[in-house]
């Protein structure tokens, strides 16, 4: 088989130096490009041809072996001549990716992302999870390569060289995806049957999932390689889990602190004493001092949220003094009447003495009405 003119291909002189060729290279590539025209079978080889003769004229010891066989009578095959698809990538190497082109053969899976939401007290003291969700998984026949097992590998699919995209119309036109390959650029010879080909399938998945003590809302925990599988050799995706801390009834975080906002009756708060008060472990009992004012805060050492050095934060407790906003016994409002008799007479608030004498006459006045 005798080689081709190279020359002639590039337009070049027998004479042409190193930045003639590249340049003459880059012209007829250019012009002959698969992405400016992707059904032109002629373009392709004039394409590929030219990639040719530059890995040879480019090169000084294959361009001087050539230009010796070119002088015998069969001429001698030096190299294996260029793919239409290798030649992109002599042409992509050199003058980089001038068409805009994604090369789409290997490709990373998708990430799969969960929220898994929980209560405060498990997001607090640390807790484990099962999850489970139907998603998409690598297929366990073909383990995910979409090839039957023993068939042939995928191969770069011809009609958009394995760019997954093809080009209608002139230069300024748009990229669709290449149907013959679903956009993939590679094509099953011999599809996995119990995936067709596609390497996915959809399935039950579960997950353990473990919480340390003082996870946040909002956390992220990433378990590497668990998305979807990558296709043609690319790497698996992650799962995404997110938590979600759902609200508590009486505490809320700050920090390595929690905060409840406790409600007491005056009375209560007058007199003192041990009160019921919610922690994150449960119940437990707390001192209240006599005649405590509302908006107080008292602390609870320790039943805050636990941290990595085995310490753990405190609970505040803000109290707000509750007045009864309807009397329904008698009894009741017959002991506060007594109870503000009682305060009249004995003034049990300091520095309001006057406010009760002045309250005292504003009741005689209205008895004598
Ligand atoms: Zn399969
Ligand atoms: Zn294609």
Same mark, same amino acid.
């Given at each position: 088989?005798?080689?081709?003119?190279?020359?002639?291909?590039?337009?070049?002189?027998?004479?042409?130096?190193?930045?003639?060729?590249?340049? $003459?290279?880059?012209?007829?590539?250019?012009?002959?490009?698969?992405?400016? *025209? /992707?059904?032109?079978?002629? $373009?392709?080889?004039?394409?590929?041809?030219?990639?040719?003769?530059?890995?040879?004229?480019?090169?000084?010891?294959? &361009?001087?072996?050539?230009?010796?066989?070119?002088?015998?009578?069969?001429?001698?095959?030096?190299?294996?001549? /260029?793919?239409?698809?290798?030649? &992109?990538?002599?042409?992509?190497?050199?003058?980089?990716?001038?068409?805009?082109?994604?090369?789409?053969?290997?490709?990373? +899976?998708?990430?799969?992302?969960?929220?898994?939401?929980?209560?405060?007290?498990?997001?607090?003291?640390?807790?484990?999870?099962?999850?489970?969700?139907?998603?998409?998984?690598?297929?366990?026949?073909?383990?995910?390569?979409?090839?039957?097992?023993? #068939?042939?590998?995928?191969?770069?699919?011809? !009609?958009?060289?394995?760019?997954?995209?093809?080009?209608? #119309?002139?230069?300024?036109?748009?990229?669709?995806?290449?149907?013959?390959?679903?956009?993939?650029?590679?094509?099953? %010879?011999?599809?996995?049957?119990?995936?067709?080909?596609?390497?996915?399938?959809?399935?039950? &998945?579960? *997950?353990?999932?473990?919480?340390?003590?003082?996870?946040?809302?909002?956390?992220?925990?990433?378990?590497? +390689?668990?998305?979807?599988?990558?296709? *043609?050799? @690319?790497?698996?995706?992650?799962?995404?889990?997110?938590? !979600?801390?759902?609200?508590?009834?009486?505490?809320?975080?700050?920090?390595?602190?929690?905060?409840?906002?406790?409600?007491?009756?005056?009375?209560?708060?007058?007199?003192?004493?041990?009160?019921?008060?919610?922690?994150?472990?449960?119940?437990?009992?707390?001192?209240?001092? $006599?005649?405590?004012?509302?908006?107080?805060?008292?602390?609870?050492? @320790?039943?805050?949220?636990?941290?990595?050095? @085995?310490?753990? @934060?405190? %609970?505040?407790?803000?109290?707000?003094?509750?007045?009864?906003?309807?009397?329904?016994?008698?009894?009741?409002?017959?002991?506060?009447?007594?109870?503000?008799?009682?305060?009249?007479?004995?003034?049990?608030?300091?520095?309001?003495?006057?406010?009760?004498?002045?309250?005292?006459?504003?009741?005689?006045?209205?008895?004598?009405?």
């Amino acid at each position: 088989m005798a080689r081709p003119d190279y020359y002639a291909i590039l337009g070049v002189a027998r004479s042409a130096d190193e930045s003639e060729i590249k340049r $003459a290279y880059r012209r007829v590539a250019l012009e002959s490009h698969p992405d400016r *025209f /992707p059904d032109d079978d002629e $373009a392709h080889e004039r394409f590929r041809e030219a990639s040719e003769a530059y890995e040879v004229l480019s090169d000084p010891l294959k &361009r001087a072996r050539y230009d010796s066989s070119r002088l015998l009578p069969q001429g001698l095959d030096l190299t294996k001549p /260029p793919t239409v698809a290798t030649a &992109r990538e002599i042409f992509g190497n050199m003058f980089g990716d001038v068409f805009g082109n994604r090369r789409h053969k290997r490709r990373k +899976g998708r990430d799969i992302r969960y929220t898994l939401t929980v209560t405060l007290a498990d997001a607090v003291l640390g807790s484990s999870h099962t999850i489970s969700f139907e998603g998409r998984g690598a297929c366990e026949v073909c383990e995910g390569s979409g090839t039957e097992p023993g #068939g042939r590998e995928a191969v770069e699919c011809p !009609n958009c060289a394995g760019s997954g995209e093809v080009k209608t #119309g002139g230069l300024f036109s748009r990229r669709s995806k290449c149907g013959r390959c679903d956009g993939l650029g590679m094509i099953q %010879q011999d599809p996995c049957a119990a995936c067709r080909g596609r390497g996915i399938i959809r399935s039950q &998945r579960v *997950f353990d999932v473990r919480l340390p003590p003082g996870t946040t809302a909002g956390t992220e925990k990433v378990l590497r +390689g668990q998305g979807e599988p990558g296709r *043609f050799g @690319g790497e698996p995706g992650d799962l995404r889990i997110t938590v !979600n801390v759902k609200p508590h009834q009486w505490l809320e975080r700050d920090g390595q602190n929690l905060v409840t906002k406790l409600p007491l009756p005056f009375t209560r708060a007058a007199l003192g004493g041990k009160i019921p008060v919610p922690t994150i472990d449960g119940w437990v009992d707390m001192e209240v001092p $006599a005649g405590v004012q509302s908006g107080a805060k008292l602390r609870l050492r @320790g039943k805050g949220v636990p941290d990595s050095r @085995g310490g753990r @934060g405190d %609970q505040y407790v803000e109290l707000q003094i509750e007045t009864p906003k309807q009397l329904d016994g008698t009894r009741t409002k017959e002991l506060l009447l007594e109870l503000d008799r009682a305060m009249q007479r004995e003034p049990v608030l300091p520095g309001h003495r006057e406010l009760l004498a002045a309250l005292a006459a504003h009741d005689g006045r209205k008895h004598k009405n």
